[in-house]
C-alpha cells in the first residue's frame, strides 16, 4: 500500500482524532461506552478504505506501544488481548467494510447512516465474541453486556457521522475525498 505524504499525515490526524474520543468514555462493565467508535466511522467515511484503515493502524500501534491512546488512557499488550480487544481489532474491519461500502454508493444521507451503523455493528460482533472467550462468559452473557447496550448507542452515532460527513463533504474541497 503505497500513500503520498498527505494521505499519511491525514491518517496520523485522524488518528490523534480517534485517540481523543476514545476518552470521553461512560463505564458499564466489561466494555465502556465511548465516542471512539464515531470517530473511527467518521474517519473510514472521509478518508476511505484504504486511508482510513491506515489511521485505525497507527492508532492501534500507538496504543501497543504503551501510548494511553485506547477508551480510559489505557494501553498496551493487555488490552488488545485482554476482554476489549476484539473491539479494537474489530475497528480494523469496520473501517475497511465503510470504506469500501461507500466508495461503492451514492453517498445520499441515508446510505451513509446505515453503512456506519451495520460497521459499528460488525465491530460489536467481533468483539462480542472475543468478550466470550477473553472473559470466559457464555455467548449469551457475551453478547448482553459487550452487543445489546451498545445498539442504540451506535445508532445514534451513526446518525451522527452521517450528518458531519455530509455537511463536511458539501464544504472541502472535492481533492479531499480521493476515493469517490
Known sequence: MRLSLREQLMAAMFAGLIAVAAQIVI???FVPLSLQTMMIGLTATLLGRKVGTWALTIYLLLGLIGLPVFAGASSGLGVLFGPTGGFLIGFIFTSLFIGTLLSH???AYYQV???NF???LLSLIIGAIWLKFAADLTFTQAFASGF???ILPEA???GLVGTLA???KKRLPKEF???I
Do not use: E, V
Request: hydrophobic share 60%; glycine share 8%; net charge positive.
Open 156 to 158: 445514534i452515532k451513526a
Open 27 to 29: 463505564p458499564l462493565g
Open 105 to 107: 454508493s451514492s453517498w
Open 113 to 115: 447512516i446505515l453503512i
Open 148 to 150: 445489546s447496550p451498545f
Open 118 to 120: 451495520f460497521g459499528f
Open 166 to 168: 455530509i455537511a463536511l
Open 177 to 179: 475525498f480521493t476515493y
